[in-house]
């Protein structure tokens, strides 16, 4: 059974510091890894996505890719109390014609003025 | 905007009473998920249409139905709601299976009573 595992939190650090998520998965053949950030009884919205091994940063977010180590992370700079909500990584599993987003649980994120 | 809009945000149902939620998109993407999420747990797919194509989950329960009568709207019928079914359910819609694609409604809150 495919699986994406993240530390459900909660995780909180001070204003203005770097807030670290991560997220493991269990298949291989995962290509395509996401990450969302999910307020309080809101939808989901998509902060990032990453495909190749290694960094890609936008703003004060960076996605990391390990491939080997079946690992992705997201760094927040400078977190700000709006950055607080849960924090959810997204993996699509490309197998058999599939393309299907599958979820981990979420962390979540408190940050503290 | 072009974007994807879910009626009701809040719906109240009894036991085991017939419920219908709608997605309507604006996009024109031909792809349309429909997923569960229940308090603090990952979203869950329930089913997808690829164009006219439905695609079940194999853990989907019978409960769950839906119907995409064209490329704009996807309905989500369940027939006898239990108390386990109260959740968030949130629509989706990607073109083809563009992974950096999906987009998510406002989600509706089914609570049953």
């Known amino acids: 059974q495919k699986e994406v595992e993240q530390n459900s939190g909660p995780l909180s650090v001070p204003e203005g510091a770097i807030a670290s998520l991560n997220c493991t998965y269990s298949?291989?053949?995962?290509?395509?890894f996401f990450w969302y950030r999910q307020y309080s009884g809101k939808s989901p919205e998509l902060i990032m996505f990453?495909?190749?091994?290694g960094d890609k940063e936008d703003g004060r977010f960076t996605a990391q890719l390990n491939k080997a180590s079946q690992y992705v992370s997201l760094l927040i700079r400078d977190s700000q109390p709006s950055d607080s909500a849960t924090y959810l990584c997204a993996v699509i599993y490309s197998g058999a014609g599939s393309y299907q987003l599958t979820f981990g649980k979420g962390t979540k994120l408190s940050v503290i003025p | 905007d072009a974007m994807v809009i879910q009626n009701p945000r809040y719906q109240v149902t009894q036991f085991g009473k017939p419920v219908t939620l709608s997605c309507s998109q604006t996009l024109n993407h031909n792809v349309m998920y429909w997923y569960q999420q229940k308090s603090s747990q990952a979203p869950k797919l329930l089913f997808h249409?690829?164009?006219?194509?439905?695609?079940n989950e194999a853990d989907t329960p019978d409960n769950f139905q839906s119907r995409r009568p064209n490329t704009s709207f996807c309905f989500l019928d369940i027939r006898s709601p239990g108390l386990g079914d109260a959740a968030m359910y949130l629509c989706?819609?990607?073109?083809?299976?563009?992974?950096?694609?999906?987009?998510f409604g406002s989600g509706t809150r089914l609570t049953v009573v």
């Open positions: 298949d291989r053949g995962s290509q395509s």
């Open positions: 249409y690829y164009d006219k194509d439905f695609n």
């Open positions: 989706a819609t990607s073109r083809d299976r563009q992974p950096d694609g999906y987009t």
């Open positions: 990453i495909y190749s091994n």
